[in-house]
């Protein structure tokens, strides 16, 4: 098995927090360039031209942060960072896919449609240029201010994301706000179980991953 990796970006830093977490080991290539792109034998090997991939010995490409972590959480149980249950699974998933819709796709939307080296790459993975489109980046500050409050209700109530065991949604949680920082848009004072929390999980191993 091997993963293909863009050191920088937030995807596949979640997925690395999750192997650091779970303490699996499996060899990782840097599939992006000084340009900041992903590097054409790569794409052309894999059209979807995104990362994290999961390349099996088969050959087999299993692309999407979440199918992967879902794959490696079969293979390797323990720790449980998918749900221990039927019911903490369903609450994961449903927390860890409203920090990726509502923060992960937020800070994306204002990074792709602000940064310079983006210019022409209004999303990730296109066959074809992509413009910005600023009015785009304004929406996504306002999904953040909605993400970050909505984060902080959840934490006033549990020590993690999804609860009281840490989990994928707090590893998807924390890239997302590392991503937002990128634009200058840090967690807002006001967000103090937010902040709380991003305290702890700063300090776990896996923060650095
Ligand atoms: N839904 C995918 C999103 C993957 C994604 O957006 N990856 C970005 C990096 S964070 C990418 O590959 N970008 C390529 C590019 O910008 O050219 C997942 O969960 O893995």
Not at 65 to 94: N, T
Not at 95 to 100: D, H, P, V
Not at 136 to 147: C, K, Y
Request: proline share 6%; hydrophobic share 45%.
């Amino acid at each position: 098995m091997k993963i293909y990796d863009w050191r920088l970006a937030p995807n596949p830093k979640r997925l690395r927090m999750f192997l650091v977490e779970k303490n699996i080991d499996i060899p990782i290539e840097e599939v992006a360039g000084d340009d900041l792109r992903l590097r054409p034998d790569y794409i052309a090997r894999y059209p979807q031209a995104m990362v994290p991939m999961l390349e099996l010995d088969d050959g087999t490409q299993i692309g999407e942060s979440m199918a992967i972590c879902r794959f490696l959480e079969e293979l390797q149980p323990e720790p449980r960072l998918m749900g221990v249950d039927a019911k903490d699974r369903a609450i994961v998933e449903m927390w860890e896919r409203r920090a990726f819709d509502e923060g992960m796709m937020a800070a994306g939307e204002v990074f792709r449609n602000t940064a310079d080296a983006f210019v022409d790459r209004g999303v990730p993975g296109a066959a074809v240029a992509v413009v910005q489109i600023p009015e785009l980046a304004e929406r996504g500050r306002q999904r953040l201010d909605l993400f970050f409050d909505k984060f902080d209700r959840q934490l006033a109530k549990h020590r993690y994301v999804a609860g009281d065991r840490f989990s994928i949604a707090d590893c998807t949680t924390f890239c997302s706000i590392e991503f937002a920082s990128w634009s200058d848009i840090p967690i807002p004072e006001r967000c103090t179980n937010l902040r709380r929390w991003h305290a702890e999980v700063s300090a776990r191993p896996s923060a650095t991953a």
